[in-house]
T-cell receptor
Framework: GQQLNQSPQSMFIQEGEDVSMNCTSSSIFNTWLWYKQDPGEGPVLLIALYKAGELTSNGRLTAQFGITRKDSFLNISASIPSDVGIYFCAGSYQGGSEKLVFGKGTKLTVNP | GAGVSQTPSNKVTEKGKYVELRCDPISGHTALYWYRQSLGQGPEFLIYFQGTGAADDSGLPNDRFFAVRPEGSVSTLKIQRTERGDSAVYLC???????????FGQGTRLTVV
């Protein structure tokens, strides 16, 4: 099935550093979402973006919906050990589709 | 609990066998979704229910896969004649309205040996 292009695939950082990850698509999306998944758990929604150009923050997390509607990025500032996990972007198509298309994920490791 | 509950947590079955995976959504949520997550991949959409009816089953890979939600609450994903390639984590999610606001369960890890 179709998936978004998410990069980087993995990141190893020191506690306190900032992190940036992004997603691109060949298709236009009307909604971009960012999730975090811990081992043995389902994805948990972090941020939802609804309009092209929208910039939204949730605590130390900031995400933007690209102007072309084909990309999005997620930034995490001042990382802490509990930020460890896999981060997924997801998008939904125009037309009210209930199908979410996910990226392959970015595995984040934070060294104390 | 108040979240989406999936049972069993783990299921090991032999190739060719039939399996059923259960999803108990959050009470009152009318929308229910099934996704499949293979190792190292993101979730892939399988099917979406609005109430009792399957509104979009375009993600079901073939006719060995079937899902029901007879009373608009609990859903069962059924896989016939399982193959080793069916091994994955099957995730269920429910929402009061749209996929954007869906909550995921912890998943059922299916292993076909």
């Amino acid at each position: 099935g179709q998936q978004l292009n998410q990069s980087p695939q993995s990141m190893f950082i020191q506690e306190g550093e900032d992190v940036s990850m992004n997603c691109t698509s060949s298709s236009i999306f009307n909604t971009w979402l960012w999730y975090k998944q811990d081992p043995g758990e389902g994805p948990v929604l972090l941020i939802a973006l609804y309009k092209a150009g929208e910039l939204t923050s949730n605590g130390r997390l900031t995400a933007q919906f690209g102007i072309t509607r084909k990309d999005s990025f997620l930034n995490i500032s001042a990382s802490i050990p509990s930020d460890v996990g896999i981060y997924f972007c997801a998008g939904s198509y125009q037309g009210g589709s209930e199908k979410l298309v996910f990226g392959k994920g970015t595995k984040l490791t934070v060294n104390p | 609990g108040a979240g989406v509950s999936q049972t069993p947590s783990n299921k090991v079955t032999e190739k060719g066998k039939y399996v059923e995976l259960r999803c108990d959504p959050i009470s009152g949520h009318t929308a229910l979704y099934w996704y499949r997550q293979s190792l190292g991949q993101g979730p892939e959409f399988l099917i979406y229910f609005q109430g009792t009816g399957a509104a979009d089953d375009s993600g079901l890979p073939n006719d060995r896969f079937f899902a029901v939600r007879p009373e608009g609450s609990v859903s069962t994903l059924k896989i016939q004649r399982t193959e080793r390639g069916d091994s994955a984590v099957y995730l269920c999610a429910s929402s009061p309205r749209t996929a954007v606001r869906a909550f995921f369960g912890q998943g059922t890890r299916l292993t076909v040996v």
